[in-house]
């Protein structure tokens, strides 16, 4: 699934404070199952909306059930989404040694145009997304649709892609998935570019 650089067997000297950055050419790309991860499609589902508006809007349910949370995320943002248009959502990942980063990259709309993030935090803002997120006790008031999507939502299908301790290890790793929103399923890009914004890549290998 994602392309990979291993740094276990690496040396470098104690004067260096980091190691040399890869090349583009250096990654190798792996399977589902070789890298931890699951078999492609992974499929996900849409649970049915639990009303927790009478809860405080000050704690978010993340703090108190984290299955509960991802259950209601999805169940707010996937009907959101597909309200506003969306057919799939193009997102990226990297990350190593310590953590594993994703972010969504663009979406796809039925009508077959592309729009960027702010363009659909605006969509869903035009339908009080948020509203429904706060409703359903998954975030508190100040909590934005930025995070949202990129702490959140794109994480949480990055993990059920790659497994939840993606990026923790000796190795660089980068890559890119498409969520198809009318199957449910998330599947790996092969091809993705070497697109990064947490690790360092050499761009004399690119």
Avoid at 57 to 84: F, G, H, I, N, Y
Wanted: charged fraction near 30%; hydrophobic fraction near 35%; proline fraction near 5%.
């Amino acid at each position: 699934m994602p392309f990979v650089y291993d740094e276990s067997d690496i040396e470098w000297s104690d004067e260096d404070p980091e190691p040399p950055r890869p090349r583009a050419d250096q990654f190798q790309y792996l399977r589902a199952r070789e890298f931890g991860g699951e078999a492609e499609p992974v499929r996900f589902s849409v649970p049915p909306l639990r009303d927790r508006s009478a809860r405080s809007t000050t704690k978010p349910l993340a703090l108190e059930d984290v299955d509960a949370t991802t259950s209601q995320l999805l169940a707010v943002m996937v009907p959101a989404l597909r309200e506003v248009g969306v057919r799939r959502l193009y997102c990226r990942y990297d990350g190593g040694h310590d953590e594993g980063f994703a972010w969504l990259d663009r979406a796809d709309m039925q009508d077959g145009r592309r729009i960027d993030t702010d363009a659909l935090v605006r969509r869903l803002g035009d339908i009080r997304a948020q509203d429904r997120l706060l409703s359903a006790g998954v975030v508190w008031s100040g909590t934005s649709m930025h995070e949202v999507i990129h702490d959140w939502l794109v994480l949480e299908w990055a993990s059920m892609l790659l497994g939840g301790g993606f990026g923790t290890g000796e190795y660089s790793m980068y890559g890119a998935f498409t969520v198809d929103l009318d199957a449910c399923t998330i599947n790996d890009d092969p091809n993705a570019e070497a697109i990064v914004r947490n690790i360092s890549i050499d761009e004399g290998g690119r």
